[in-house]
Nanobody
């Protein structure tokens, strides 16, 4: 069982920055692929970013050049650095773990709210 705890959300003005963190339990974190997703009010959850165990990174088009996913295996933590934030980035952000690197996320955090004011 893997437990994920997100932190770092908050209220920020458009153009500002936030860094989200996701702390994971378990000894096998370094071999997991990890992802960030978000869900805005009235919308479906959408993929934001992914980082593989080897460090390959993937982003949805709307955040390319603005968001950066990274991981610190020594701290069992994955990060999402968000810059040039826009009001449309407002959502609950979730991290998720893909233990088998199959692009199937078996474990999810509780989410952290990000609100970007215009």
């Amino acid at each position: 069982q893997v437990q994920l705890v997100e932190s770092g959300g908050g209220l920020v003005q458009a153009g500002g920055s936030l860094r989200l963190s996701c702390a994971a339990s378990g000894r096998a974190f370094s071999v997991y692929a990890m992802g960030w997703f978000r869900q805005a009010p009235g919308k479906e959850r959408e993929f934001v970013a992914r980082i593989t165990y080897s460090g390959l990174k993937y982003y949805t088009d709307s955040v390319k050049g603005r968001f950066t996913i990274s991981r610190d295996n020594a701290k069992n933590t994955v990060y999402l650095e968000m810059t040039s934030l826009k009001p449309e980035d407002t959502a609950v952000y979730y991290c998720a773990a893909d233990p088998s690197s199959s692009v199937r996320y078996d474990y999810w955090g509780q989410g952290t709210q990000v609100t970007v004011s215009s």
